[in-house]
């Protein structure tokens, strides 16, 4: 019997699952371990069909936690050389609060876990039994929002900082172009692995690893303290997608304590976090003449002025009123809504630096597209986000649960528009958060 999508997508899911360590890695040899927004993003997934393993993907991403509060964006459950840089070079043993029983990265990524508790609440067919698992877990997703507002924030602003592009989730943005024009790195000697399993033409240059390797050598040789790296990372940035997720987080953490019941002084701590944030968050991303938000380098103190799928992430997020939205959803239909078009490409197409085939250069995205869907939808623009979830569906119908896709439609036509890792975790996950919803 022809499998379902639904069915396929389980199946990916299942095999990506990890008994040994109770987790689930993004794709086989590519990404070999947990990634933090990833099993944010897979939990949602496994709760349609397996909420025991929704709950333990969550529960081992916690269980990882360091003292202060920060989650790491790699855990090295297991050990193999399928992956570079690995956990020998990271060594998030120099922070004297990271977690000793877990070897993982000194860099964290966008925090999904607020909204992806609550996303797992909205699924559950048993309401009761799951706000009893997340009232096991939320304080901790409480205290890394924390670590965010007291250690990422220097100039108190309610917009926290990532010091490294693999923090950001984008991590072959053009934007982040600018950055290393400001950077000369030495080049260093190493062996990478991802080009072994993935064309090297849909991944980032040998160069652009230099810089990459530079920051966290940076901050090693600082222990990962956070001021430190405030002080000295030469990538500093305040992220437009980073700081929504923060923020549709705390939106969904008041929601959940208020289920729970007492907690007064955290929805309290965390409405005030969440009023600051959204104001300065319009007040310094949104850019007037583009109509849409933008990155901010708080390194060299200018905006990053460009158009990608991170500029419409705070839709997501509520943080636009109603004429921002509808500004911003006129731009992104002007320049990534085109008929020729799959929505939506993580880079403005219109721009010298757009590449559809290259890691975040330009390519679609399952996760974006998913907020994307969701966003529009939260504002009442349901044509269009019929539209994204359409075109979601059927790259993934023609091409297979890969990484990326292509977002020209004339690329599709053989069917071999899907790049990076193939039976991807994520696409999968929300694959089935689509189908059902
Ligand atoms: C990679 O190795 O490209 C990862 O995405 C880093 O998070």
Redesign the pocket.
């Known amino acids: 019997m022809k499998k379902t999508l639904q069915q396929k997508a389980e199946h990916i899911l299942d095999s990506n699952f990890k008994t040994e360590g109770e987790f689930t890695i ?1 794709c086989e040899n ?2 070999p371990f947990q ?1 933090f927004w990833d099993s944010g993003l897979i939990a949602i997934g496994f709760a349609h069909y397996d909420m025991q393993k929704a709950e333990r993907e969550i529960k081992t991403l916690l269980k990882a936690q360091w003292s202060n509060g920060f989650i790491p ?2 855990i090295f459950h297991t050990e193999t050389d399928s ?3 690995g956990a020998n070079f990271h060594r998030s043993d120099l922070h004297p609060e990271s977690n000793p029983k877990y070897k993982s ?1 000194g860099m964290t ?1 966008p925090p999904v876990t607020g909204f992806v508790l609550k996303e797992i609440y909205r699924i559950s067919e048993v309401k009761e039994s799951t706000l009893k698992f997340i009232e096991t877990q939320i304080d901790k997703v409480y205290d890394n929002h924390r670590y965010f507002y007291e250690n990422r924030d220097p100039q108190n602003e309610g917009l926290v900082y990532i010091y490294h592009n ?1 923090e950001s ?1 984008t ?2 943005s053009p934007i982040w172009d600018d950055i290393w024009e400001t950077m000369n790195p030495p080049e260093y000697d190493f062996e990478r692995r ?1 080009t072994t399993h993935v064309d090297p033409e849909e ?2 240059s040998k160069r652009e690893y230099d810089h ?1 390797l530079h920051i966290i050598e940076i901050a090693k040789a600082n222990n990962y303290n956070d001021e430190k790296i405030a002080e000295l990372s030469p990538f500093l940035v305040q992220d437009p997608l980073f700081n929504a997720m923060l923020i549709k987080s705390n939106e969904s953490l008041i929601e959940l304590y208020n289920l729970i019941g007492g907690n007064e002084n955290k929805i309290k701590q965390l409405k005030k976090w969440q009023q600051k944030s959204k104001t300065a968050f319009n007040d310094k991303l949104f850019d007037e003449e583009l109509g849409a938000y933008v990155h901010y380098d708080l390194r060299n103190e200018k905006a990053l002025r460009y158009l990608s799928s991170s500029s419409f992430a705070p839709l997501f997020a509520n943080i636009p009123d109603t004429e921002k939205a509808e500004t911003m959803v006129d731009v992104m239909m002007e320049k990534f809504g085109n008929e020729n078009q799959y929505l939506c490409a993580s880079f403005d197409p219109t721009s010298e630096r757009f590449n559809p085939k290259k ?1 975040w250069r330009g390519p679609v995205w399952v996760n974006l597209n998913w907020m994307l869907y969701n966003g529009l939808k939260q504002y009442g623009f349901n044509d269009i986000a019929e539209r994204v979830k359409t075109d979601t569906i059927t790259i993934i119908e023609n091409n297979g649960f890969y990484e990326y896709f292509d977002s020209r439609k004339e690329m599709h036509k053989d069917n071999k528009a899907g790049y990076g890792g193939n039976n991807f975790s994520w696409t999968a996950a929300l694959l089935i958060d689509l189908l059902n919803e």
Do not use: A, S
């Open positions: 993004p590519l990404y990634w964006h790699i992956y570079f840089p990265t990524q693999w989730g991590d072959n991802d991944r980032p990459y890691y």
